[in-house]
């Protein structure tokens, strides 16, 4: 997430994205609900800052999130998120968000481990060099909500050791789709997988303890509300090409959502699925269809 005043170029809009997960088959009813009251399906409506609900199926499983930042000097949004469809999906219902300065919610569904909040089953935490394949899908919906300011994205976080828990700072990757009235200074333009992107990369840090890592942006362009099987790995290599992300660190999570600062009401993300290819590693708490952990979990940053 930008964690400074950055305008944007936005939409408003269902995002439904598509990431496979094939890493670690799994039965879709087996885990308890994680966060919030849990469980699979059926409908629910929060306001609640950082409620969290896991969603099993078919296609695995996820967590929506509704991350609502607390940022000293900052009013406090109100944001509120609802669910019925029983996929990994979300509508924004109310968003009181109006920052003139850093982006102050991230509602979102990801597959990974956030905070120590990791979907059951999850082959993340898993080292880039041994991320065979991974990839991602989106199909957005867009209206242009007059005043408002957010991002349409997919929010990928790095830590330098495998880890589940704290602040993620080996890197973080966004991967633009759509944004609304967002500054954007483009230091690079690059052809990844046959589609143009603007790059731009900084030191960001979390203001409540001062701690850096670097932010590359990548935003398409031209702006499309359709991306099939994009894949990762050219990402990470630009990257790895420019010092920013090692071979050696891990991929946290891969996050869908809308970086808000002003508005958000009425965006959704329609459906969200990860594809990737990686050893199998369990998750804490679940059970899991191997037996012995790639690398010992929470480890010191």
């Known amino acids: 997430m930008i964690l400074r005043n950055l305008p944007k170029k936005v939409l408003i809009a ?4 598509a990431v496979g997960v094939v890493a670690m088959p799994r039965l879709a009813s087996a885990y308890p609900g994680s966060g919030g009251s849990g469980g699979s399906g059926g409908s629910w409506q929060t306001c609640q800052p950082y409620f969290r609900r896991t969603i099993f199926g078919p296609w695995g499983a996820y967590i929506m999130r509704d991350d609502v930042f607390q940022l ?3 009013p406090k949004a109100t944001v509120c998120i609802s669910h019925q469809s029983g996929v990994p999906a979300f509508d924004i219902t109310q968003s009181t968000a109006a920052s003139n300065g850093p982006s102050v919610a991230y509602p979102e569904v990801f597959y990974g481990c956030v905070y120590g909040a990791c979907s059951p089953g999850s082959a993340l935490p898993q080292q880039v060099e041994h991320l065979r394949s991974v990839w991602i899908s989106a199909f ?3 209206t242009y909500p007059q005043g408002s300011k957010f991002d349409a994205s997919f929010d990928l976080w790095f830590t330098k050791k495998d880890r589940r828990t704290g602040q993620a700072q080996g890197a973080e990757i966004m991967i633009w789709m759509h944004d609304q009235d967002v500054r954007f200074a483009q230091r690079w333009r690059v052809q990844l997988d046959g589609l143009w992107w603007q790059v731009e990369e900084w030191q960001t840090h979390n203001p409540a303890d001062g701690r850096t890592w670097p932010l590359i942006i ?3 362009s031209p702006q499309s509300g359709n991306v099939r099987q994009l894949p990762l790995r050219p990402f990470f290599g630009f990257a790895e090409q420019h010092g920013w992300l090692q071979p050696q660190n891990w991929l946290e999570s891969i996050e869908c959502g809308f970086e808000l600062w002003r508005g958000g009401t009425g ?15 369990p998750t804490p708490g679940f059970p899991s269809p191997t037996t012995t952990p790639t690398a010992t979990p929470n480890a010191p940053a």
Do not use: C, E, T
Not at 14 to 17: C, G
Not at 267 to 281: D, E, S
């Open 14 to 17: 269902s995002l439904a994205i």
């Open 72 to 74: 000293p000097g900052y």
């Open 140 to 142: 957005d919906r867009i």
């Open 218 to 220: 990548f935003m398409r």
């Open 267 to 281: 965006l959704a993300v329609n459906f969200m699925r990860v594809h990737l290819q990686a050893p199998a590693r």
